[in-house]
């Protein structure tokens, strides 16, 4: 396992700051920042299916969006996303797609997981592009929000 740098934990309250924004349109509360080489924040994105009625719009997709956006750019070679919750199949290829070299998440997603616990499509070297994966970073806290979210919902 990868030690985890610290500014990674920092980074993530980024994220998790975006997913509690996400529960005011009734969306599941995963939050995503795009930290670029120098350490700024390059894009944020929170999960917004249900406030956009667009099945793509996964909080990693939204920041990969902003983050293009700001740079004027679709590479994000130099850049890291950090997101609450293990990225999906389509959101492990949005990251690949734009180059993004590493990979900070949060709680596991043992249902549809794509970076390493379902599929490994982030660290799969028979594809074209892959990236560093760190796990588990403050995931109790990624987990708590998912948790109290779909409680609230049964």
Not at 1 to 10: F, I, K, R
Not at 28 to 46: D, K, N, S, T, Y
Not at 115 to 122: A, F
Not at 144 to 149: M, N
Request: proline content about 5%; aromatic content about 6%; some cysteine.
């Amino acid at each position: 396992m990868l030690a985890v740098p610290p500014q990674y934990d920092a980074w993530m309250g980024l994220a998790l700051d975006e997913a509690r924004g996400a529960l005011a349109t009734g969306d599941v509360p995963v939050g995503a920042v795009v930290i670029g080489a120098a350490g700024e924040v390059l894009g944020r994105g929170r999960n917004s299916r249900e406030a956009r009625q667009d099945p793509t719009a996964h909080a990693e997709v939204e920041a990969l969006r902003a983050a293009s956006a700001r740079t004027d750019g679709w590479q994000l070679t130099g850049a890291t996303l950090v997101v609450t919750l293990e990225p999906c199949a389509m959101c492990a290829g949005a990251i690949l797609a734009a180059r993004v070299p590493t990979v900070v998440f949060g709680a596991w997603d043992e249902k549809a997981g794509a970076s390493g616990s379902v599929y490994d499509l982030l660290r799969d070297r028979r594809l074209p592009q892959s990236a560093e994966v760190y796990a588990g970073v403050r995931a109790e806290e990624s987990s708590r929000l998912l948790t109290a979210f779909f409680e609230k919902r049964r």
